[in-house]
C-alpha cells in the first residue's frame, strides 16, 4: 500500500549515550528494511584500509570541507580531534526524492543541526537504557577498562541523555525486540502521514473525477 | 517496553467513505488491540431492543442532552434526522489518564470538532478507496439497490473524501491486511511519541542521579 502511492523519504535520527544498544538496533533495522540505507559522511580526516570514497565516507581536503560548508552542502558538520566529518546535502535530497529513507549516526548536535536544515523531513528518535546501573553494566562489558574510564564514559552518557527532550520519540530499551518493533512502527507510521505521500492530491483528484 | 512507563492514551479517529474498508478495519483492530476501546455515544434517540445504557449508549433526553451541550460535556455532537448524538468528554478523559486509547466513529465534521476540543490527544487516520470503480463495486455489493441510491451513496462518499487533506495520516485501502498494519503502526508510533510518556521526566532525572 506504501509502495502504490510515491513517498517522500524521512531523515532518520536516532540518538542515544552508548550503551543504550542503538548500534545493535540499527544493524539490524538496515538488515529488515531495503527502503532504508544510512548516510554516507564527508570526512577529512585520511582513508583507512579498505575504506572506499563514496561508501564508508567521502574523503575532503581541509579546503574542499571548508567550501562545502560555506556553500551550505552540508546538513550537519562538526570537528572531532582536528578532522572534520559532515552530512552532505545531495545524496540524502536525491535519496529522499526517490522514496527512500535515510538513517543517520550522528549525536544530539548534529541532530539539532539537522532539524534545523531537514525540517519535516526529519524524524528523531532517542534511545534510553532501562537503568543506569544497566548502562554502567553495558559500559563495563565492552573490555577490562579501569574505573576511571568508566566513569568517563557514564559522564559522556549522562551529557548525551540530557538532550533526550528535543526528540520526537522516545525509547526506553529494556527489551531489544520490542524497541526494534517501535523502531518500525515509527517508520512505518511516517511513511503513511499525510503530506509525505506526494502524489495523493492527483489520487485524489482522480478518484473524485472518475 | 511501552507499559513500563505510563503514558496517556490517544483519542484514534477514523474516517473514510462508506465502501473503503473502515469497519472491518476497526473491528479487527479492536479485536487484535486490548488497550482500545469503542467511544460510548450519547443519543436522545430511543433505546432499540438489546441496547444497553452506558454499553450501547448514554441515553439522553433532549434538556440533559443539550445541558451537556451548555456545560461543554461534549467533546463533538450533532443532529440527524432529529435526533442528537455526541460523545461525552469524561470517560474519554478517564480513559486517556489511565493509558487507554479511544476509537471514535465519526465523520469529518466531528474529526473537525474533536481535534478542536482533544489537541494533541487526537490522532486522525482518513481511509480511502483504491478507485472510484472499486469504490461502486463495493457499494453495489451491499445488496440490490437501485442505480439512483448507490449514486446518492456515491456522491455522500465523494463529499466525504473532499475533507481528507484534514487527517494527519491517510491510507489507501487497496489491501486490507497492509492496510491494517498501517493502522498498527501508526498507533505503535503515536504510544512512543515523547509527550505522551507521562513519566519520562522522572525516569531519566532517576537515569542521571543514580
Redesign the interface.
Known amino acids: ?2 509502495d ?2 510515491k513517498r517522500r523519504g524521512v531523515m532518520l535520527v536516532f540518538c542515544a549515550p552508548s550503551g543504550a544498544g542503538k548500534t545493535t538496533i540499527t544493524r539490524q533495522l538496515l538488515e529488515k528494511d531495503d527502503l532504508i540505507s544510512l548516510s554516507v559522511s564527508a570526512t577529512t580526516r585520511a582513508a583507512r584500509p579498505g575504506e572506499e570514497e563514496g561508501v564508508h565516507y567521502f574523503f575532503k581536503s581541509v579546503d574542499g570541507f571548508k567550501h562545502m560548508i560555506a556553500d551550505d552542502e552540508l546538513l550537519e558538520w562538526a570537528e572531532v580531534f582536528g578532522n572534520y566529518y559532515g552530512t552532505p546535502r545531495q545524496p540524502v535530497e536525491e535519496a529522499l526524492s526517490a522514496g527512500r529513507d535515510v538513517l543517520f549516526d550522528i549525536d544530539w548536535q548534529g541532530a539539532r543541526q539537522l532539524r534545523e536544515k531537514g525540517g519535516d523531513d526529519v524524524v528523531s528518535v ?1 534511545i ?6 544497566e ?1 554502567e553494566r553495558r559500559l563495563r562489558d565492552r573490555g577490562q577498562d579501569a574505573d576511571d574510564v568508566i566513569m568517563k564514559r557514564m559522564a559522556k552518557a ?1 551529557a548525551e ?2 538532550h ?2 528535543e ?9 531489544l525486540e ?2 526494534l ?2 523502531v ?7 511513511r ?3 503530506e509525505r ?1 506526494m502524489e ?1 492530491n492527483a ?2 483528484k ?3 473525477t ?1
Not at 167 to 175: A, G, K, M, S, W
Open positions: 500500500m506504501i502504490s502511492h532517542f534510553l537504557p532501562p537503568s543506569s546501573a548502562l549522562g541523555i540530557s533526550w527532550e526528540f520526537d520519540y522516545v525509547l526506553v530499551n529494556d527489551n520490542q524497541c518493533a517501535s518500525e512502527h515509527i517508520i512505518g507510521a511516517e503513511v502521514k499525510r505521500q495523493l489520487f485524489v482522480k478518484l473524485l472518475d
